[in-house]
Protein backbone atom coordinates (compact mmCIF):
# COMPACT_ATOMS: atom_id res chain seq x y z
CA UNK A 1 0.00 0.00 0.00
CA UNK A 2 1.58 3.18 -0.87
CA UNK A 3 0.95 5.82 1.68
CA UNK A 4 -0.95 9.32 0.00
CA UNK A 5 -2.16 12.53 2.27
CA UNK A 6 -6.08 11.75 2.61
CA UNK A 7 -6.87 15.78 1.12
CA UNK A 8 -4.90 14.59 -2.15
CA UNK A 9 -6.91 11.51 -2.05
CA UNK A 10 -9.96 13.37 -1.70
CA UNK A 11 -8.71 15.72 -4.73
CA UNK A 12 -7.81 12.43 -7.16
CA UNK A 13 -11.33 11.20 -5.95
CA UNK A 14 -13.20 14.21 -7.18
CA UNK A 15 -11.38 14.46 -10.15
CA UNK A 16 -11.77 11.19 -11.08
CA UNK A 17 -15.93 11.63 -10.92
CA UNK A 18 -15.42 14.73 -12.40
CA UNK A 19 -13.59 13.46 -15.54
CA UNK A 20 -14.48 10.05 -15.69
CA UNK A 21 -10.88 8.44 -15.09
CA UNK A 22 -9.96 5.50 -12.91
CA UNK A 23 -8.46 7.18 -9.53
CA UNK A 24 -5.80 4.90 -9.19
CA UNK A 25 -4.68 6.18 -12.88
CA UNK A 26 -4.38 9.39 -11.90
CA UNK A 27 -2.82 8.57 -8.50
CA UNK A 28 -0.05 6.34 -10.88
CA UNK A 29 0.67 9.24 -13.12
CA UNK A 30 0.58 11.91 -10.71
CA UNK A 31 3.02 9.44 -8.50
CA UNK A 32 5.29 8.60 -11.57
CA UNK A 33 4.91 12.15 -12.29
CA UNK A 34 6.02 13.97 -9.09
CA UNK A 35 5.99 11.44 -6.52
CA UNK A 36 3.10 12.88 -5.34
CA UNK A 37 5.23 15.84 -4.44
CA UNK A 38 2.33 18.99 -4.13
CA UNK A 39 5.37 21.46 -4.94
CA UNK A 40 7.43 19.97 -7.58
CA UNK A 41 9.18 21.54 -9.97
CA UNK A 42 9.81 20.06 -13.08
CA UNK A 43 11.49 21.10 -16.25
CA UNK A 44 13.20 24.93 -16.99
CA UNK A 45 13.54 26.75 -19.70
CA UNK A 46 17.32 28.19 -20.82
CA UNK A 47 17.14 30.95 -18.25
CA UNK A 48 16.45 28.51 -16.08
CA UNK A 49 12.56 29.71 -15.50
CA UNK A 50 10.31 26.75 -14.69
CA UNK A 51 8.16 24.93 -17.05
CA UNK A 52 6.04 22.56 -15.36
CA UNK A 53 4.96 21.88 -11.94
CA UNK A 54 2.85 20.45 -9.01
CA UNK A 55 1.87 16.81 -8.85
CA UNK A 56 0.66 16.07 -12.20
CA UNK A 57 4.07 18.30 -14.06
CA UNK A 58 1.80 20.49 -15.83
CA UNK A 59 3.65 21.79 -18.71
CA UNK A 60 3.50 25.65 -19.68
CA UNK A 61 3.49 24.46 -23.22
CA UNK A 62 1.44 21.20 -22.96
CA UNK A 63 -1.73 20.85 -20.45
CA UNK A 64 -0.45 23.76 -18.35
CA UNK A 65 -0.70 26.44 -21.81
CA UNK A 66 -2.65 29.63 -21.38
CA UNK A 67 -2.96 29.46 -17.24
CA UNK A 68 -0.83 31.39 -15.12
CA UNK A 69 2.19 30.06 -13.00
CA UNK A 70 0.52 30.36 -9.14
CA UNK A 71 -2.66 28.54 -10.88
CA UNK A 72 -0.33 26.11 -11.55
CA UNK A 73 0.99 25.22 -8.38
CA UNK A 74 -2.05 24.79 -6.70
CA UNK A 75 -1.79 21.46 -6.27
CA UNK A 76 -5.86 21.04 -6.41
CA UNK A 77 -6.31 22.85 -9.61
CA UNK A 78 -2.84 21.21 -10.78
CA UNK A 79 -4.67 17.65 -9.89
CA UNK A 80 -8.12 18.65 -12.04
CA UNK A 81 -6.51 19.71 -14.95
CA UNK A 82 -3.74 17.06 -15.18
CA UNK A 83 -6.65 14.69 -14.72
CA UNK A 84 -9.05 16.70 -17.64
CA UNK A 85 -5.99 15.98 -19.67
CA UNK A 86 -5.60 12.25 -19.00
CA UNK A 87 -9.12 12.03 -19.98
CA UNK A 88 -8.55 14.41 -23.55
CA UNK A 89 -5.42 11.47 -23.86
CA UNK A 90 -7.56 8.28 -23.26
CA UNK A 91 -10.45 9.70 -25.48
CA UNK A 92 -8.03 10.34 -28.25
CA UNK A 93 -6.40 6.96 -27.83
CA UNK A 94 -9.27 5.04 -26.22
CA UNK A 95 -8.48 1.54 -26.91
CA UNK A 96 -4.59 1.65 -26.07
CA UNK A 97 -3.55 2.65 -22.99
CA UNK A 98 -0.26 3.04 -23.55
CA UNK A 99 -0.47 5.96 -26.39
CA UNK A 100 -2.85 7.70 -24.23
CA UNK A 101 0.12 7.83 -21.72
CA UNK A 102 2.56 8.52 -24.12
CA UNK A 103 -0.04 11.30 -25.27
CA UNK A 104 0.06 12.50 -21.37
CA UNK A 105 3.96 12.83 -21.36
CA UNK A 106 4.92 13.37 -25.10
CA UNK A 107 1.88 15.89 -26.36
CA UNK A 108 -1.15 14.35 -28.12
CA UNK A 109 0.90 15.72 -31.87
CA UNK A 110 4.07 13.89 -29.94
CA UNK A 111 2.74 10.47 -29.82
CA UNK A 112 0.75 10.52 -32.83
CA UNK A 113 4.07 11.38 -34.49
CA UNK A 114 6.69 8.58 -32.30
CA UNK A 115 4.09 6.26 -30.90
CA UNK A 116 4.88 5.16 -27.17
CA UNK A 117 8.46 3.54 -27.69
CA UNK A 118 10.34 6.77 -26.66
CA UNK A 119 8.21 6.66 -23.53
CA UNK A 120 8.25 2.91 -22.75
CA UNK A 121 10.14 3.67 -19.45
CA UNK A 122 7.68 6.15 -18.26
CA UNK A 123 4.37 4.09 -19.05
CA UNK A 124 6.13 0.75 -17.62
CA UNK A 125 6.62 3.00 -14.14
CA UNK A 126 2.41 4.39 -14.58
CA UNK A 127 1.75 0.92 -15.33
CA UNK A 128 3.19 -0.40 -12.00
CA UNK A 129 1.87 2.09 -9.79
CA UNK A 130 -1.35 1.78 -11.55
CA UNK A 131 -1.43 -1.80 -10.42
CA UNK A 132 -0.03 -0.93 -6.63
CA UNK A 133 -3.31 1.66 -6.80
CA UNK A 134 -5.75 -0.49 -7.95
CA UNK A 135 -5.58 -2.38 -4.98
CA UNK A 136 -5.82 0.58 -2.54
CA UNK A 137 -8.32 2.18 -4.30
CA UNK A 138 -10.24 -1.64 -4.84
CA UNK A 139 -10.28 -1.79 -8.27
CA UNK A 140 -10.10 -4.64 -10.70
Known amino acids: MIPMNPLVLMVISLAARAYDVEP ?16 AIGDRDAEGKPQSFGPMQLHTQGAGAGYPQNLLQDWT ?3 MRGTEYLKAC ?3 YPNNLKLAL ?14 YEPS ?15 AQFGQK
Open 77 to 79: FNI
Open 120 to 134: EAYINDILKYYQEFS
Open 24 to 39: ALIAAVGMRESNWNLL
Open 90 to 92: LDM
Open 102 to 115: AAYRQGMGGAALHG
